[in-house]
């Protein structure tokens, strides 16, 4: 089944300690892509991937790293979490070459920070 | 800058009443419009998108959308909702040949039975 997947699903941490939000699509997308949603903000893009070893900043990247290594994953890492990155976390992707193509989204990340 | 409005923050309705949630846009150029929508608990689906031709377009469960370019806007419609209508229901626009996605605020629909 073509799918983009997420784990944890949940998540609460503490202030300042590392984690790391993976995020894998079987669909051999070159496009992935971070969101945050928060109330009343929609949401927002954190980081996008437009293939292998190309990465760059969205709307709200502070707090926030990724990494592209190989085509299907794109995990999202949170060095020093803080309160404020308390957020439901959306994963997306979708194959480039043509404008087309819409976005498969993952079953989101509910994290925590305390 | 380029952004999405959605102007209808919480809507309640009752079952069979008639739904339209507004949307509008601000981009210059050519644009990919799209309508998702996230029940209690899952992730973002795809409700319909609209990439050019027939302004009018049909989604899934009786939804429908309209494309105004005029007016920039897109509203999502469905003649008469029902109670699993209940849902968030977000907006979004992409520039044509770009992969970035501005999503609006969102609307929160409850329906009731």
């Known amino acids: 089944e073509a799918q983009v997947t997420q784990n944890p699903r949940y998540l609460i941490t503490v202030t300042g300690k590392k984690l790391t939000v993976t995020c894998s699509q079987n669909m051999n997308h070159e496009y992935m892509s971070w969101y945050r949603q928060d109330p009343g903000l929609g949401l927002r893009q954190i980081y996008y991937s437009m293939n292998v070893e190309v990465t760059d900043k969205g709307d709200v990247p502070e707090g926030y790293k990724v990494s592209r290594k190989e085509k299907r994953n794109f995990p999202l890492i949170l060095e020093s979490p803080s309160p404020n990155q308390t957020s439901l976390y959306f994963c997306?992707?979708?194959?480039?070459?043509?404008?087309?193509?819409?976005?498969?989204f993952g079953p989101g990340t509910r994290l925590t920070v305390l | 800058a380029q952004s999405v409005s959605q102007h209808n923050h919480h809507v309640i309705l009752s079952e069979a009443a008639s739904l339209e949630l507004g949307c509008n846009y601000s981009?210059?150029?050519?644009?990919?419009l799209f309508w998702y929508v996230q029940y209690p608990g899952q992730h973002l689906q795809l409700l319909l998108k609209?990439?050019?031709?027939?302004?009018l377009v049909k989604g899934i469960k009786g939804f429908e959308a309209e494309f105004i370019k005029s007016k920039f806007s897109f509203n999502l419609r469905k003649p008469s909702v029902q109670w699993s209508d209940t849902a968030e229901y977000f907006c979004a626009v992409r520039g044509f040949n770009t992969d970035k996605l501005i999503f609006g605020t969102g609307t929160r629909l409850q329906v009731f039975p």
């Open positions: 981009y210059g150029g050519t644009v990919n």
């Open positions: 997306a992707s979708r194959p480039t070459g043509s404008s087309y193509n819409e976005q498969f």
């Open positions: 609209y990439f050019s031709g027939d302004p």
